[in-house]
């Protein structure tokens, strides 16, 4: 489960107090996971615990109501590679079945792009009832996969079925879908090796101060997260950044500067089938770094500044027939004219270009608005999205450019 993105969503039943569990067990297996709650089910489980545990804010209202900032579920429904809702009593199950939309957790459900399954938890009578079957079954003819309650002593004192499975068994249920569901994307990279630069470059203009720039990382890492889901072998050379992660097919090497950058990726690109150079490396470096820190003693410093090596051009120039090359345009102005001309001067297949024209677009957000220019001359567009959806239409049209 490296990698996969589970949404959890928790409804109003006393079996939410072992969500904890579930979470702690996804977490180990790798897989990142968010929440989603009912304002009924927080009085079951706190969200403190399960937004500290998954390491994620977790989703209760449409809207804080003290700033004022609403929380997408339509955002959810993209993110996710599977929703899960557990516990799922018989009340959100009616409304799943019949279409009823009045919290954060079925609007999330009802824009979802990715499989659901539930875990039903309630009373032996509920569980039993006409009405209770009858919405199970529009639920399974709905696509929805069930894992079914167990026999157990029940918080009524009754005892019979209608437990909720144990946190273990749910794990599990998660994990034999995904060993299930290999999607054709998936088999694509299996066995490919990815070549990625990602984060700035530092250029020391002494022992304190540097020549960089505002990137984060950010879009490298969700490029990566995403080609590693799809089963890439990547390796990812990367500037200072305060973002990680940790992959059994992830290889990282962090390096400074330009010069650092492409020796890194000289040794490492015959190697690869692709290469994603989405890093935003310096184009100039001070000629002469100071040994000790420069005090400010006149009005004027001045730092002569020479050319970075061109790390694209280098792995263009050295690219063969077989390897497919991904470069990036971030411009200010005449965004198609220049990255066209980048494309056909660094010989690359494809260029995803951005502008800090558009907003929510450039360094440091959690969102980018792109558009892809091939060799082909074909072009498209998207809309703003979060990185890890731009990431994955990124990785999506690389693997149907040869098609």
């Known amino acids: 489960m490296h990698g996969k993105r589970i949404l959890l969503g928790i409804t109003g039943g006393i079996a939410a107090y072992k969500i904890a569990f579930l979470v702690r067990i996804l977490k180990k297996k790798g897989a990142e996971v968010k929440c989603i709650m009912t304002p009924a089910s927080s009085d079951f489980i706190s969200p403190l615990v399960l937004a500290t545990l998954s390491e994620n804010p977790v989703g209760i209202e449409f809207w804080d109501k003290k700033t004022g900032v609403w929380t997408n579920h339509v955002e959810y429904g993209l993110w996710a590679d599977l929703f899960v809702v557990a516990p799922l009593t018989a009340n959100s199950i009616a409304k799943m ?117 505002h990137s984060s990382g950010k879009m490298g890492f969700a490029i990566v997260e ?109 965004v198609f004219v220049n990255a066209k001309s980048k494309l056909e001067r660094k010989n690359l297949d494809l260029i995803i270009m951005n502008t800090l024209e558009d907003r929510g677009a450039g360094f440091a957000g959690d969102t980018n608005k792109i558009s892809i220019l091939d060799n082909h001359n074909k072009f498209t567009s998207f809309e703003l999205k979060s990185k890890s959806e731009v990431a994955k239409d990124i990785v999506e049209y690389l693997i149907n450019y040869r098609k």
């Not at 003819?141 to 079925?161: C, N, Q, R, T």
């Not at 990812?236 to 305060?242: A, I």
């Open 97 to 213: 079945a019949t279409g009823s939309c009045d919290n954060l957790l079925l609007a999330s459900y009802f824009s979802m792009k990715c499989p659901t399954l539930i875990a039903p938890a309630m009373d032996l009578d509920m569980y039993a009832h006409p009405s209770t079957k009858r919405n199970l079954e529009q639920l399974q003819k709905d696509g929805v996969g069930i894992i079914p309650a167990e026999s157990g002593e029940l918080a009524s004192g009754l005892v019979g079925e209608g437990r909720m499975a144990e946190p273990e068994t749910i794990a599990s249920a998660i994990e034999n879908f995904f060993a299930n569901h290999t999607t054709s994307i998936t088999q694509s990279l299996i066995g490919k090796k990815v070549l990625v630069t990602a984060g700035p470059t530092y250029e020391a203009i002494d022992p304190v101060r540097f020549i960089g720039n």
């Open 226 to 334: 995403e080609l590693l889901a799809q089963g890439a072998q990547v390796e990812l050379v990367c500037g200072p950044t305060k973002l990680s992660l940790n992959h059994p097919n992830l290889k990282f090497t962090s390096i400074k500067t330009a010069e650092e950058m492409l020796h890194s990726v000289q040794g490492k690109w015959a190697k690869m089938d692709v290469g994603i150079f989405s890093a935003a490396v310096a184009d100039y470096r001070p000629k002469h770094s100071a040994i000790q820190k420069i005090k400010k003693t006149e009005d004027d410093l001045t730092i002569e500044l020479v050319k970075n090596p061109d790390i694209l051009a280098w792995a263009g120039s050295n690219k063969t027939e077989q390897q497919l090359l991904v470069g990036f345009a971030l411009e200010t102005n005449d």
